[in-house]
Structures are given as C-alpha cells and as structure tokens.
C-alpha cells in the first residue's frame, strides 16, 4: 500500500459522498420540494403512494449508503496499512539505503526518524 | 391541480447546481478532460434522442409555458424541443451511475454487469421522479400507450437502455480504449489511420460509437414500444 493508493482511497470516498449526496438531493426536490400541493397522491389514495414511494426510495438508500460505506471502508484500511508495522520497516529500510548517501561519499547510513517515518506513513 | 410557477424553478436551477457538483466529483475522480468528454458525449447522447421522442409526439416540455408572460417557454435554457436542465439530468444520473458502480460498489465486475446496474438504478430514480415531474407537468406524456402511474412502461425501457449504453460506450471509448463488439468491423474500415494510444481519447470514434447506438437504441425503442402496447392492451 503506497501513499498514492491511501490518497485515492480518500479521494474516492470524497467523491462517493459528494455523488450520493447529489442523488439524495435529487430524492429530496422532487419528493419533498415538488411534492408539496401532494401532486404524488394523484398516483393512488394515500396508503398507495405511500408504499409507493417507499418501495422506490429504499432501493436509492441502500445503494447510496452500501457505496458510502464501502468507501469509507476502503480509506480506512488504506490509511491503517499505511501505519503498520511492517510498513514502518519497509520506509525504514527505503530510508537506510537511499543512493544519495553513498554517493556523496558520506559512506554511512542515516539514523532514520522514527517519528517522522510513522507520521509520513 | 394548479400550477406552481415555482416548480420549474426549483427544477432548473437545481439541476444546473447537481450537474455541476457530479462534474466536480468527476473531475476530481477522472480528471478535467475526460469529464468534459463524458459530457459533452451525454449531451450528443440525449440531446437527439429526447428531441426525437418530442417530434413524435410521446411528451411535450411546455407545460410551463405562458406561465410567466406570453412568449415565455416555460424554462430559461433550452437545446431544441427539450430544456438544458433535462440534458444535465441525464448527465448526472450517468455519471453518478458510473462513479458508484464502476469505481465503488462492483469494482471487480464486468463491465456489463456495471453499466447494468446502473441502468437499473435510474430506472429506480426515474420510478420516484417521473409520476411526480408529469403531475407537476415539468413534462406531460401525451402517448396513448399504456401506462402505470401516469407514466407509459416504455419510458422505463428507455431510461435503462439510455443510461445502460452511455455507460458502456464512455467505458469503452472515454475511460478505456476497447473495441465494442459489434461496431469493430466498421471502426475498421473507418478508422484505418490515427489508431488511438491507450491513453488518449479517439473523439472520432466517440461521435461514431453514440450516432451509431443511438440509432440501434431509436428503432429498438420504437419497436419495442409497439409490443409492449399490444401485449398491454390485447393479451393482458
């Protein structure tokens, strides 16, 4: 898990929330704002388009939600490999082998910053 | 019922403030330009569909007009028969399909599981949207064909053939460059030079993919739309 992955992790969940949140607006225009003069109620009595619009509301809820949800899931694993031990000791390693070092001649290696490593994941 | 002159308001501005977070979203997820290409291939996508729908006489969009004052349509943005706000609708239920199911919830499906979905999805929205659009007249079916709720069943067939296909000719063309099946022997004759690199969007193969579809998606909706009237009305 690279920092790029964590970042589009995080970028995808942003996005998610903001597109689902443009599908909850769309159920709230034309269910609430539209809806007021109960133009709906033309499509049976009211028991009917009550179940009606909720039998076609939920589908949208779940689906927005499920995506939100997995989302989220996925930047929070992302951003917990990124902290892991072993990843920890894979930036720990990168830092103890950078070619910049030998090639000035400094000849040893750098201690690495712990904190810092962790901090940048 | 009477007509509230704030109803195609609320849906045309409301409209052009979703189009314009999904087109954020979009941009953020795949980048400027191929968001931009996904949009416009929208409107070229709907844009003569819908006109073609409004010739023939299945709904009209001047339910609003002389609201207002005389001369006044009904709405303040329009491409031909059809108002902006309709396109923008289009393109937001397509792009929003494509982020939550190509890129979220069925990542490791096929690409015709996801576009499906998808299409199933606005079929969901449009089943919330559409008894209450047409009761508010945003839009007024004046097809004799069979209908549920106010709203003819083939209305349905079309909002999933168009978001359906939409997605999977950005896929195939926006978001990748693959042959679809079906277009490639003629893809291959028209586009002998100028084979697309992976990574660039072919814009003469875009037009030609949504003129080509849509005309498949024009005459299949015609006919299908006969059937489903006759085994409405005569077998049930």
């Known amino acids: ?121 | 019922m009477p007509l509230s002159t704030f109803s195609p308001v609320i849906a045309e501005l409301g409209f052009v403030v979703l189009a314009a977070c999904v087109f954020w979203a979009g941009c953020k997820r795949f980048g400027k330009w191929p968001t931009t290409v996904f949009f416009l291939g929208s409107v070229l996508w709907t844009g003569p569909l819908e006109n073609f729908a409004v010739i023939r006489g299945a709904y009209t969009y001047y339910g609003y007009a002389s609201q207002v004052y005389h001369a006044y349509p009904g709405y303040l943005m329009w491409l031909g028969l059809l108002p902006f706000w309709i396109v923008l609708g289009w393109f937001v239920f397509a792009m929003s399909g494509f982020l939550i199911f190509h890129d979220v919830l069925l990542t490791k499906k096929r690409a015709l599981v996801q576009a499906a979905a998808s299409g199933l999805f606005a079929v969901n929205i449009d089943l919330m949207m559409d008894p209450i659009a047409s009761s508010n007249s945003l839009w007024m079916w004046l097809t004799g064909s069979f209908k549920v709720f106010g709203v003819p069943i083939f209305n349905f067939l079309g909002w999933f053939l168009l978001i359906f296909v939409y997605d999977l000719i950005a896929w195939h063309t926006i978001f990748h460059s693959k042959p679809m099946r079906g277009l490639d022997v003629a893809e291959r004759a028209i586009f002998r030079k100028g084979t697309p690199v992976d990574e660039q969007i072919h814009s003469g193969r875009l037009v030609f993919r949504i003129i080509a579809l849509e005309t498949v998606v024009i005459i299949l909706l015609t006919v299908s739309t006969q059937l489903i009237d006759y085994v409405a009305y005569h077998v049930v």
């Open chain 1, 1 to 121: 898990m690279t920092e790029s992955s964590e970042a589009e992790a995080a970028q995808k969940s942003e996005v998610t929330r903001v597109i689902t949140g443009v599908i909850f607006a769309v159920l709230l225009i034309f269910l609430v704002v539209l809806s007021i003069g109960s133009p709906i109620v033309t499509i049976g009595n009211e028991a009917e388009s009550m179940a009606y619009s909720v039998l076609v509301f939920l589908p949208v809820v779940v689906v927005c939600v499920l995506a939100i949800l997995k989302s989220a899931r996925a930047d929070r694993a992302s951003s917990l490999t990124q902290r892991t031990p072993g990843s920890l000791v894979g930036s720990l390693a990168k830092k103890t082998v950078r070619p910049a070092d030998s090639d000035q001649g400094k000849g040893q290696t750098q201690p690495p910053d712990i904190k810092e490593s962790a901090r940048a994941g």
